[in-house]
């Protein structure tokens, strides 16, 4: 366990319908990060939360929609996904004060569209 | 742009032997960093070893150490010992200096299977 809880471990929707997926860390870190994993695709990072000010968007289509209403929880809204948007999502949280800048990562969402 | 490549898709390792994972990567800068990510079945990324690229010394954490060959663009992760516990996918990653901590360019990974 690593401080950082992704919940749900699994979602199946339909390309109309809108979800969320969140994150949760009780480390104390200052910063969140979305990330998406494809299958056979090296891991890419989509947003970046410091302080919860968003200060990365990875050129992300806007049917992605993150929230970070404070520290500790990052949100990420999804509507009208793609079937090329099933993938596995990861969220990693860091501090960004002093010299260990190691990132913890949830779990993962897997998620697939139909 | 920088690239990170695994060239080995899977790996196959006898239980307490020693097995290489190479990475390279390609870069115009002269300081960065450079990490090794473990992801087991529970799909948790898990930091396994970090390597300034300042230091020559090669990073070792337990059973794990780097080659990290700067002039070459090389950075391979060696696991002695193996343990069953070691099976997972491993990732190569590198960061400049300058972005911020989530900014990692990851290579597509290297599936490592432990024999008993």
């Known amino acids: 366990e690593t401080g950082v809880t992704q919940t749900p471990r699994h979602l199946v929707m339909g390309m109309t319908n809108k979800k969320s997926l969140k994150c949760e860390q009780h480390l104390g870190h200052n910063a969140m990060y979305w990330y998406k994993q494809s299958a056979k695709k090296p891991l890419e990072l989509m947003f970046v939360?410091?302080?919860?000010?968003?200060?990365e968007n990875n050129s992300v289509p806007s049917r992605f929609s993150p929230e970070c209403p404070n520290s500790s929880h990052l949100f990420l809204h999804l509507h009208t996904l793609q079937p090329e948007d099933s993938a596995l999502y990861l969220c990693?949280?860091?501090?960004?004060?002093?010299?260990?800048?190691?990132?913890?990562f949830g779990s993962g969402t897997q998620l697939s569209v139909l | 742009a920088q690239t990170v490549t695994q060239s080995q898709p899977e790996m196959s390792v006898q239980e307490a032997e020693t097995v290489t994972l190479s990475c390279t990567y390609d870069t115009s800068e002269s300081d960065y960093y450079l990490f090794w990510y473990k992801q087991p079945p529970s799909r948790q990324m898990i930091l396994v070893i970090r390597q300034e690229a300042y230091k020559q010394q090669n990073a070792t954490e337990n059973r794990f150490s780097v080659n990290f060959q700067k002039a070459a663009k090389s950075f391979s992760l060696k696991i002695s010992d193996s343990q069953l516990g070691d099976a997972a996918m491993y990732f190569c990653a590198y960061r400049s200096v300058g972005g911020s901590q989530g900014n990692l360019i990851f290579g597509k990974g290297t599936k490592l299977s432990v024999k008993p």
């Open positions: 939360y410091n302080f919860k000010e968003q200060t």
């Open positions: 990693a949280s860091s501090s960004t004060q002093g010299s260990n800048e190691k990132l913890f």
